[in-house]
């Protein structure tokens, strides 16, 4: 997996689930649900009729504090008004969003969840006019600058959606994929360090770091950093494939764990995009593995005969040479009798062995 397609495949794929999209709800002005997405109420006439009220409370809640701060001492107030303007510079959210910034950042998140990437930018930025607090928009175009490969703008976008909000994993983690592709690994990792120190379930900067780590080809890091995605989401079929990879890559020492990982990524995630490749390595594993068997040497078993067929055999053995031996003797004594009377000369007699 090269540099850039690492950008591609993990930006979209992992991050965008992670997004801050809208979702409307008349339970509260403004609530965060599991996800992390920001819910934001229908603009139904009880809602405005509520808001009316509220602004009426909030208007006579701030004549009383007015009337209660001009009772104060004039001392007291000179710090005060240093805190305020102090907090009114923190760039950090006061209230909800704009309506008019909630409505272009909605309609963006619908069109860049369904790959109109250059509208969905137009919506992002008229939300950011609308209501420059909304750092949301600002980390989702920087997704979109990412897959486009346009870095320099999405190094941008990320850094000024973490300067509203530094604690946004998703925000960090798509710097950090984009930080790698610019060939800056030392930062990239300490943005996805960074991120699993926010929130240590979030197993896509882990994965992010084990990817990043095997294409430097540093595997035992990136096998570390795979487990610990693993971990985290036991499930996540990308990991298994990864590690699955990096076992078939070790000169064939580790054929069966690789076959193991690689059908387990497969039977995960059977539509995933790794599974034609996962399928081809487990290919080429079984006919190493069966050439392997093959080439084993074939073992010669002897069988040993069953107790009391020792002594019988051997005494049949016996026989059978004393026989042998006995024919020799009587063809040798045969040819030397006749050489012995041709000769004239005495022939020795062949002394048989002891009978056993």
């Known amino acids: 997996m090269s540099k850039n397609s690492l950008v591609l495949a993990l930006a979209l794929a992992l991050l965008l ?93 619908e069109l860049h969840q369904s790959g109109f990437l250059n509208q969905a930018i137009g919506e992002y930025k008229q939300a950011i006019e609308a209501d420059s607090r909304m750092e949301e928009a600002y980390s989702n175009l920087g997704l979109i600058y990412a897959a486009q490969r346009s870095y320099a703008k ?71 950093a795979y487990v610990k995605a ?16 990096i076992f078939n890559k070790d000169n064939n020492r580790h054929l069966a764990q690789a076959k193991f990982l690689l059908s387990k990524s497969i039977e995960l995630a059977p539509d995933a995009e790794f599974v034609r490749d996962a399928k081809r390595q487990l290919g080429n594993i079984q006919e190493e593995l069966d050439s392997e068997r093959s080439e084993e040497p074939e073992i010669k078993m002897n069988v040993m005969p069953p107790p009391g067929a020792s002594d019988a055999s051997s005494q049949q053995k016996s026989e059978k040479n004393d026989q042998a031996v006995n024919e020799s003797s009587e063809t040798k004594k045969s040819e030397s009798d006749a050489r012995s009377s041709a000769d004239g000369k005495k022939v020795e007699m062949f002394v048989q062995p002891p009978a056993n």
């Open 17 to 109: 689930p992670g997004t801050s999209g809208f979702a409307k709800s008349s339970k509260s002005a403004k609530q965060t649900n599991k996800s992390g997405q920001i819910q934001w109420p229908m603009d139904t006439d009880d809602d405005k009729s509520q808001a009316g009220k509220d602004k009426s409370a909030a208007s006579s809640d701030s004549a009383k504090a007015d009337k209660s701060e001009k009772s104060q001492d004039k001392k007291d107030s000179e710090p005060k008004k240093e805190e305020e303007k102090a907090k009114a510079e923190e760039p950090v959210r006061k209230g909800p969003y704009s309506e008019q910034a909630v409505k272009h950042y909605n309609k963006g998140v």
């Open 154 to 224: 999405a190094t941008e976008a990320f850094n000024k959606a973490l300067e509203l909000k530094p604690g946004r994993t998703t925000t960090l983690n798509g710097l950090g994929t984009v930080l790698y592709a610019r060939g800056r690994m030392k930062e990239a990792v300490e943005k996805w360090r960074q991120a699993i120190e926010i929130d240590p379930t979030f197993a896509s900067a882990s994965y992010n770091m084990g990817t990043a780590f095997e294409n430097e080809k540093d595997y035992m890091q990136a096998i570390d």
């Open 230 to 245: 693993l971990r985290i989401s036991p499930n996540m079929a990308d990991a298994y494939y990864r590690i699955g990879s």
